[in-house]
């Protein structure tokens, strides 16, 4: 289907920036990948006809100046005037072609790239994870969004330091934010300027992916085992597990984890600083924040889908993706882990790829004869 798009590289004064649109006639392609796991960043590529390498010529190094990046796409299903803001980042490297066909190759990355590669000893103090956040992401220019935060408390640490546990080398400060919101159970991601801080995806997208119907193009689905304990498995192990290990499970999914022999213990909790009414030393569970046991952890990580479909602009990370008409055993809301836009400008080549995952459907359990209750992650059926 084509689609109007407008990408900007450059700052919106400068005489040299660049800027295409669908009818500039020199864009082979681009490529923008959204990414919802806080340890993968968003990135965008565009390949662009240089004659002459005149656009090179223009801009500055990206290794001495800031170069703004922005993506508009047309709302879903028009070739209507850009409005929908899809990328916000920075130029984080330059490639050209000589000879012919000149080309120019443009690669950005999120505004969280600098946090990820800057290195600083911080000590925070009497703070909570949030707090430590905003004061980190001021020094990028960044805000704080926590529209997605929930219902959610947040504990102070009497003293938060930036090192690694085991070779007391400094984290980056993108690592530290995230180490102190896993330690509260919350991940974050960068939309635009803002830094999102959320638990889990709780909005539906406002369409239905149906078999045989419009946006869909095509799917690939894997339904798997849970593979070992660990990553994805029970954390309790006989040697260590004892009867005071702190329980993760929501009471209404215990009678669930009896029937796979699955433990209602976490068996240890995330590190994080010391909680600020500690008389101890140090504590490895602040606030009683737990890590998930094999039944939570299976509905995030069992399931996995790409879902090709006609542009989708407005497609968030923040979404969830309802199936339908494609059987019990794929039916239903899956998570976004990433949201891949491939523009091909002047054809119907364009398309988004949404790479969805989940835990076992409910729909395939009660025909396997089995109690499951599908949710949305805080044990509450969908």
């Known amino acids: 289907m084509a689609l109007g798009y407008r990408l900007v590289v450059g700052h919106a004064q400068d005489v040299n920036r660049l800027e295409y649109t669908d009818d500039s006639n020199v ?48 709302p879903p299903g028009t070739s209507q005037r850009p409005t929908v803001l899809v990328f916000t980042g920075k130029v984080t490297g330059l490639q050209v072609s000589y000879p012919g066909p000149e080309t120019l190759h443009i690669a950005a990355h999120d505004l969280s790239i600098d946090a990820r590669r800057t290195s600083r000893l911080r000590v925070f103090a009497k703070k909570t994870s949030k707090q430590i956040v905003e004061a980190v992401i001021k020094d990028y220019g960044l805000t704080i969004d926590e529209a997605m935060l929930g ?35 919350l991940n974050m991601y960068v939309k635009g300027k803002k830094v999102v801080i959320h638990q889990f995806q709780k909005d539906t997208y406002s369409k239905t992916f149906t078999r045989g119907e419009s946006p869909v193009v095509g799917m690939q689905a894997s339904i798997n085992h849970i593979g070992r304990p660990g990553q994805g498995g029970d954390k309790v192990s006989t040697a260590f597990g004892t009867k005071n290990d702190r329980k993760t499970l929501p009471a209404s999914l215990s009678q669930e984890a009896k029937k796979i022999g699955a433990t209602e213990r976490g068996a ?6 010391p909680g600020i009414k500690t008389l101890g030393a140090h504590t490895e569970d602040p606030g009683g924040a737990g890590w998930k046991n094999q039944v939570t952890a299976l509905r995030q990580r069992k399931d996995t889908m ?58 395939a359990a009660k025909a396997a004869k089995i109690g499951f209750l599908q949710t949305k992650g805080d044990g509450k059926k969908l």
């Open 268 to 273: 240890r909790a995330p590190l994080a600083g």
């Open 306 to 363: 790409q879902l090709i479909c006609f542009p989708l602009p407005d497609f968030e990370i923040k979404h969830m993706a309802k199936l339908d008409g494609w059987g019990s055993k794929l039916d239903g809301y899956w998570f976004t882990k990433s949201i891949k836009h491939t523009l091909v400008p002047g054809g119907n080549g364009s398309m988004t790829a949404l790479s969805l995952i989940r835990g076992p459907s409910s729909g």
């Open 151 to 185: 219902d959610v408390s947040l504990v102070q640490r009497a003293i938060e330091i930036g090192i690694t546990p085991s070779e007391g080398s400094a984290l980056s400060d993108w690592d530290l934010m995230r180490r102190c919101l896993a330690a509260d159970g």
């Open 27 to 74: 864009v082979n392609t681009i490529e923008c990948e959204l990414q919802s796991e806080a340890k993968r960043v968003s990135y965008l590529s565009a390949t662009i006809a240089d004659p002459g390498l005149k656009s090179f010529g223009k801009l500055q190094d990206p290794a001495f100046a800031n170069i703004p990046v922005n993506l508009w796409m047309s």
